[in-house]
């Protein structure tokens, strides 16, 4: 389900919740094919029969597979949930996360407690963006 419709629907709190635990379910499916990978390596020899080592490669290279697909969920799932929760706070009177979705394509949001309007897509303002001289010291580094 897309975003704007599924916190349109369930609301962002509930939204961002899910995805940290529909996320965090794919790292620890990850995780767990990873356990399987290894085991299935440390019992395999080449000294049996055909079979079983065609079955122990083909387990190994699945789960591996699983894995990595697992991994590549749980970063694209954990990027969108970062970058629309980085955006929901209201930049009029600075509450995070209660709001109303407006307008789903744009997912133009409305503040609940002021009223205004932004969108969960736009880049933050420059002025909120901390420049970065090159050449600058921080301070206590020398």
């Known amino acids: 389900m897309e975003p704007a419709a599924s916190i349109g629907k369930l609301g962002f709190r509930r939204w961002y919740e899910r995805q940290l635990l529909e ?54 799932i954990m990027e969108q949930a970062e970058s629309l929760g980085d955006r929901a706070t209201c930049g009029a009177c600075g509450t995070y996360g209660k709001f109303s979705l407006v307008g789903a394509p744009k997912m133009t949001v409305r503040c609940r407690g002021c009223a205004h309007q932004w969108s969960l897509l736009a880049s933050p303002a420059p002025e909120t963006i901390p420049s970065r001289v090159p050449g600058a010291e921080r301070p206590g580094m020398r």
């Open 23 to 76: 996320g965090h379910a794919w790292l620890v499916t990850c995780v767990l094919c990873m356990l399987a990978v290894t085991a299935v390596l440390e019992e395999l020899t080449f000294r049996g029969p055909l079979g079983r080592v065609l079955a122990y490669g083909t387990f190994a290279f699945v789960a591996g597979a699983l894995a990595l697909h697992a991994f590549a969920r749980y970063r694209r």
